[in-house]
């Protein structure tokens, strides 16, 4: 099934612990893309990458880091996290240069206290 | 660049209704248009998309979309409402900016539908 994978679904975690999302897809898209989405505010975009090792800033990168080593994966990582990182984090991804839609990951939930 | 515009956050319909949530968009090229649906608790799932053919989109669960370009606007119907029809929709536009397909989200229309 094609399908893009995120986890966790629910993190709790403490200010300035470390933390890494992990995203991967099995449909062979060069494009990936992590978004956060808040009340209000829909979704913003954080990073995206558009091949292996090709890697760009969004609308709002400030405090996330991103690596594209395979492609299939892209990792989202927080190296200090703070309250104000709480959100609802989304993984997608797509073929470029095909507007066809884009595939979201299930979601996770990640709180930062 | 591109832009999107939900012009309503909020729309509320008694079941069996018609829906229209709205959608404006921006580009200096030519764009494709997405409707994307998000039920509580729930990852996002394309409804419909617009990529140049027909101007009238139909999408899933009875839902479709007219892509009208001299009003820049690309805005969601459906007939008659359902209870399960109750969710978040996001317009997306995305066009060739900077040579690749980058979308932009709307920030998102919640549908809240009435017995």
């Known amino acids: 099934e094609a399908q893009v994978t995120q986890n966790p679904r629910y993190l709790i975690t403490v200010t300035g612990k470390k933390l890494t999302v992990t995203c991967s897809q099995n449909?062979?898209?060069?494009?990936m893309s992590w978004y956060r989405q808040d009340p209000g505010l829909g979704l913003r975009q954080i990073y995206y990458?558009?091949?292996?090792?090709?890697?760009d800033k969004g609308d709002v990168p400030e405090g996330y880091k991103v690596s594209r080593k395979e492609k299939r994966n892209f990792p989202l990582i927080l190296e200090s996290p703070s309250p104000n990182q709480t959100s609802l984090y989304f993984c997608?991804?797509?073929?470029?240069?095909?507007?066809?839609?884009?595939?979201f990951g299930s979601g996770t939930r990640l709180t930062v206290v | 660049a591109q832009s999107v515009t939900q012009l309503d956050s909020h729309v509320s319909v008694s079941e069996g209704t018609p829906v229209l949530l709205r959608c404006n968009y921006s580009?200096?090229?030519?764009?494709?248009l997405f409707w994307y649906v998000q039920h509580p608790n729930k990852g996002l799932q394309l409804l419909l998309k617009?990529?140049?053919?027909?101007?009238l989109v139909k999408g899933i669960n009875g839902f479709e979309a007219e892509f009208k370009k001299s009003e820049t606007s690309f805005h969601l119907t459906k007939p008659s409402a359902h209870m399960s029809d109750a969710a978040e929709y996001f317009c997306?536009?995305?066009?060739?900016?900077?040579?690749?397909?980058?979308?932009?989200f709307g920030r998102g229309t919640s549908l809240i539908v009435h017995p």
């Open positions: 997608a991804s797509s073929l470029i240069g095909d507007p066809g839609g884009y595939t």
């Open positions: 449909m062979n898209h060069e494009y």
């Open positions: 990458s558009m091949n292996v090792e090709v890697t």
């Open positions: 580009s200096s090229y030519s764009p494709s």
């Open positions: 617009y990529t140049s053919a027909a101007t």
């Open positions: 997306v536009v995305s066009d060739r900016s900077g040579g690749s397909y980058i979308p932009t």
